[in-house]
C-alpha cells in the first residue's frame, strides 16, 4: 500500500519568506508527526498530533513554526520569515491507532538562501 | 535529561565480518526502543521494536537485544546491500511529550565487497 508521502521532495528559498511542506499520512492512521533532521544532528522532534486532541507542539522552535492538520489527515507544517538555521530535511510520520512504530516519509530538504 | 548515545559515530566492514552496533540510553522510564535504518536521500525506514530486557527480534542479518540501558544492532556476514545509517530511538513512558521519539544520532555503517 502506499506509504507516507511529503511535498515538496525539495525547496529553496530565500531568507525571509515563508514556507509550507506538506505531508499525506498512510490512510487510517491517526498519529501524525513532524521531526527535523540537520545535517550532522538526529532528527528532532517538532509537533505531535493524535486523533482530534490537542497538538503537542512542544517541539517547534519557535513561533515561527506551526503546524496543523485538516480532516485527522493531511497536516501541513509552515515556517515564516525562514532564517538560514531552518535549512534541514523536514520529515513527517504516522502510526496507526494503538501502535508504537513510526513510519516515515521520504521528507522534504529545505535550503534557505 | 532524557537522552540516546550511539556508538560508533561510523563503522566501515568488510563484506562478510560480523559486528555490533551500540545504542545505550539514560531515560526516567522506557516504553519502547526501536531501530530504523536510513538510506541517503530517504526517510528512516522501520526494523524492529524491543519493549522489555532480554528481549531479541531479528530479520535477515540483523539482530537487535535490549538490556536495560543499551541495546545491540548485531550483523552477521554484512553485504553492500546493508551500507546506510542505522538509527536508536527510544519513547519515554512517561515524562515529557509521550507522542515522540528521541533519536540517537545514528552509525553510518559501510560495508566493502
Known amino acids: 500500500g502506499a506509504g507516507v508521502s511529503q511535498s515538496p521532495s525539495n525547496k529553496v528559498t530565500e531568507k525571509g519568506k515563508d514556507v509550507e511542506l506538506r505531508c499525506d499520512p498512510i490512510s487510517g492512521h491517526t498519529a501524525l508527526y513532524w521531526y527535523r533532521q540537520s545535517l550532522g544532528q538526529g532528527l528532532e522532534f517538532l509537533i505531535y498530533f493524535q486523533g482530534n486532541s490537542a497538538p503537542d507542539k512542544s517541539g517547534l522552535p519557535s513561533d515561527r513554526f506551526s503546524a496543523e492538520r485538516t480532516g485527522g489527515s493531511v497536516s501541513t507544517l509552515t515556517i515564516q520569515r525562514t532564517q538560514q538555521e531552518d535549512s534541514a530535511v523536514y520529515l513527517c510520520?504516522?502510526?496507526?491507532?494503538?501502535?508504537?512504530?513510526?513510519?516515515f516519509g521520504p521528507g522534504t530538504r529545505l535550503l534557505v538562501l | 535529561e532524557d537522552q540516546v548515545t550511539q556508538s560508533p559515530e561510523a563503522l566501515r566492514l568488510q563484506e562478510g565480518e560480523s559486528s555490533s552496533l551500540n545504542c545505550s540510553y539514560t531515560?526516567?522510564?522506557?516504553?519502547?526502543l526501536f531501530w530504523y535504518r536510513q538510506d541517503p536521500g530517504k526517510g528512516p525506514e522501520f526494523l524492529f521494536t524491543l519493549y522489555s530486557a532480554g528481549e531479541e527480534k531479528e530479520k535477515e542479518r540483523l539482530k537487535a537485544t535490549l538490556t536495560k540501558k543499551e541495546s545491540f544492532l548485531h550483523i552477521t556476514a554484512p553485504k553492500p546491500e546493508d551500507s546506510a545509517t542505522y538509527l536508536c530511538a527510544v519513547r519515554l513512558l512517561y515524562g515529557g511529550s509521550q507522542g515522540n521519539l528521541i533519536f540517537g544520532k545514528g552509525t553510518k555503517l559501510s560495508v566493502k565487497p
Open positions: 531515560v526516567s522510564g522506557l516504553r519502547g
Open positions: 510520520a504516522s502510526s496507526p491507532s494503538g501502535q508504537e512504530t513510526q513510519y
